[in-house]
């Protein structure tokens, strides 16, 4: 069984930090490429980050990119999410994901998620 465990949000204030973590189990985690997708309250899910299998590569979502950085660690089998510069408009239930299509809009664009992790990012 595959299983996608966050953990890491928290309350921070404006032009804050804070990194996620996705601990993968039940698969070849180097071999899948892993994305992060956020929804905040009253919105729908928004892709924000991806990074691939064998090389590495990384995509970032316009809202986030230049703050925002994704990395992985295979030996650990897990995800991260260095998020820094939060702004308000950050809060949200962030999750990993994978075996997604190309455009994530809706939870069965991706086969596996974790159950998220609240970020809160007020004052």
């Known amino acids: 069984e595959v299983q996608l465990v966050e953990s890491g949000g928290a309350l921070v204030q404006p032009g804050g930090s804070l990194r996620l973590s996705c601990v993968a189990s039940?698969?070849?985690?180097?071999?899948?490429?892993m994305n992060w997708v956020r929804q905040a309250p009253g919105k729908g899910l928004e892709w924000i980050s991806r990074?691939?299998?064998?090389?590495?590569?990384?995509d970032y979502a316009d809202s986030v990119k230049g703050r925002f950085t994704i990395s992985r660690d295979n030996a650990k089998n897990t995800l991260y999410l260095q998020m820094n510069s939060l702004k308000t408009e950050d809060t949200a239930v962030y999750y990993c994901a994978t075996d997604c299509l190309t455009v994530v809009l809706r939870r069965g664009d991706c086969s596996y998620w974790g159950q998220g992790t609240q970020v809160t990012v007020s004052s």
């Open positions: 039940g698969l070849l985690f180097s071999t899948y490429a």
């Open positions: 990074i691939t299998s064998r090389t590495g590569r990384t």
